[in-house]
């Protein structure tokens, strides 16, 4: 039986992340009556509609598409049911879709969005790690010098932070962790909804052993409790800890030392520390 048409529009569509048995019973029905889907990749989206049997036209679209690629595919959207999915997952999460739905917004066009697997939020609830308040930080910066920069401006948030990550780049990230979210429990979440889907928790440095004697392979999570709760160190005792890092660096290092290992403000203390020096 033919699906019932849909209305002209753009449908966010969430796919499998590892585990086709995931997909939900709307994303299919949405899939056969769609006119157009567009993707990362024909090929890793063509082999999801084979296995459900969807024959569809699909048109390749990236946030990097030009201008006119994007226009195209809005201007489809008036006429036409226009389904947007990533290679896995939830479109838009570390995935294509975000310049693509301000467009549809902006020109008034009809969006939904049927929610389905995110590996983020799998990873959340499966490890064990608080779940009131994250966030999600997506990839980390390749580069040593911005991935610490970025983890600096991380450190203090009082939440557990999500994080995707590639096998090879995976145990440089958890010693980076070590020195750059201190305090935090670690989870490692691998291959999830898949055969040799894995959860694993420890010290850093047990984590950093591990992964080192068994360089891990596919897609994975790492996730960062919140900072232990340390009791607020008083005025006096910051001020002494202050002007000790003054003896030896510079205001704004010594301001930065002692605000990570505390987890406060950095631009608080070094409006102290000039203080003290005056
Ligand atoms: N949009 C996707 C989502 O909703 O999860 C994420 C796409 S992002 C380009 C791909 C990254 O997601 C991978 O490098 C990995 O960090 C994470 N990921 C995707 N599938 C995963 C899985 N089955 N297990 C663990 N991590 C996964």
Known sequence: ????????????????????????????????????????????????????????????????????????LLAEMVQKAVVLVSDAGTPLISDPGYRLVRAARERGIAITSLPGPSAAITALTLAGLPTDRFLFAGFLPSKAKARDDAMAELAALKATLVFYESGPRLVATLEAMATGLPGRELAVAR???????????????????HYTAHPPRGEIVVLAGPPAATPAPDVASLDDELLAALADLPTSKAAAQVAKAHGLDRKALYARALELKA
Do not use: W
């Open 191 to 209: 291959e999830l909804t898949k055969t040799f889907e894995e959860c694993r928790t420890g010290p850093v440095q047990d984590l950093v052993a």
């Open 1 to 72: 039986m033919d699906a019932p048409p849909l209305d002209p529009g753009l449908y966010i569509v969430a796919t499998p992340i590892g585990n086709l048995g995931d997909i939900t019973r709307r994303a299919v029905q949405v899939l056969e009556a769609c006119d157009i889907v567009a993707c990362e990749d024909s090929r890793v989206t063509g082999k999801l509609l084979n296995h459900l049997a969807i024959k569809k036209p699909m048109r390749r679209y990236d946030d990097h598409a030009s201008e006119a690629a994007r226009e195209s």
